[in-house]
């Protein structure tokens, strides 16, 4: 079993005599040692005491922690992992519900697959060309024989005037 860490540890006289100090000193609230509203009090105000004793006392159970940290990282490398580890898996408790209620990236690109297959781009007698996506520039024409032709332009086929004594094949009769 790891042992516990040293903010728990009871009757911890240095915690206790800075209590003492700072109950003796009789201060509601004193500004963060440092600041600029510290470094603005006299020398002599109770406040400048209290900030100090605090500041000095936080950083002694701050430089406790990261040893008792160390050593247990060296003693106990699973129980150190769970110990730096508490707050973010509680933190992952906190929001895997709505985690949970959000579509994955499988259903998301489910979701943007097209679902019907694109109709193919016909020229329509009568009609004006056609635009052809994917090929910007390019037209879609209806041939002389209704076949369909591709075009860097979009200027309508001029049909040539048939003979109608041409055959069914386009060319003409001898005479």
């Known amino acids: 079993m790891a042992p516990a860490p040293p903010e728990t540890t009871a009757h911890d006289p240095v915690a206790l005599w800075a209590s003492a100090q700072v ?9 963060e040692y440092g600041s600029p ?8 105000d109770p406040r400048r005491a209290v900030a100090v004793i605090t ?3 936080q950083w002694r159970r701050h430089s406790a922690r990261e040893a008792w940290l160390d050593r247990l990282a060296e003693d106990d490398p699973a129980e150190w992992f769970r110990i730096v580890t508490a707050d973010a898996n509680a933190q992952a408790r906190r929001i895997a519900p ?12 489910a979701r943007r697959a097209v679902r019907a297959r694109a109709r193919e781009v ?5 009609w004006p ?9 390019w037209w879609r024409h209806l041939g002389s024989r209704g076949e369909p032709l591709d075009l860097p332009h979009n200027r309508p086929q001029e ?3 048939r003979d ?9 009769r001898d005479a």
């Open 98 to 109: 709505a985690l949970a209620r959000r579509p994955t990236h499988a259903e998301l690109t």
């Open 37 to 44: 509203a510290w470094s603005a009090l006299r020398s002599t």
């Open 55 to 57: 500041a000095a006392e």
């Open 164 to 172: 109608p004594r041409d055959g069914p094949a386009g060319r003409a």
């Open 129 to 137: 060309p056609v635009a052809i996506p994917g090929r910007p520039g």
């Open 23 to 31: 109950a003796a000193l009789n201060v509601d609230h004193a500004p």
């Open 159 to 161: 049909r040539p005037h």
């Open 122 to 126: 016909t020229a329509a007698p009568g």
